[in-house]
């Protein structure tokens, strides 16, 4: 957007070269405008699709072993095989664990009661997925 509204400007500006430094302006404000309510309307909506699904506000138990992730809440019960995640992140803070390009289990490190505990989800991670799904080797 940036690119086409400088390139927009340049060219009629061509005419009158005192103009160019205020499109140049223009358009470094007009893209910093856009880009922040671009972030404010994400995070909006972000805010309202956790706030109208109950089942994501509640508690879930998460157990990690050779044969996948088993979860556990009021809700039910499931099992994640290792196969079927899709990939895994991780940063500082959190593992996300994606089941889908949209849909992930996000833990955050400071739930674990050790950094043991950290190194063991990581070694299965690392053991039981390949490079492409796990690429925190």
């Known amino acids: 957007m940036f690119a086409v509204f400088m390139l927009t400007g340049l060219i009629s500006s061509s ?54 992730i088993s979860t556990e809440s009021e809700v039910g019960n499931g099992k994640i095989k290792w196969c079927e995640v899709y990939k895994v992140k991780r940063n500082k803070k959190l593992h996300v664990i994606y089941v889908a390009k949209n849909k992930a289990l996000i833990i955050p490190r400071s739930f674990f009661e050790s950094l043991e505990q950290v190194k063991e989800l990581e070694s299965l991670l690392s053991d039981n997925l390949s490079v492409k799904q796990y690429k925190y080797r």
């Open 15 to 68: 005419l009158e070269e005192t103009l160019t430094p205020m499109f140049i302006l223009s358009g470094i404000v007009t893209s910093l405008l856009v880009t922040s309510l671009s972030g404010i309307v994400t995070n909006y909506r972000l805010k309202s699709v956790f706030a109208s699904d109950k089942l994501l506000q509640k508690e879930y138990f998460y157990l990690f072993d050779d044969g996948g």
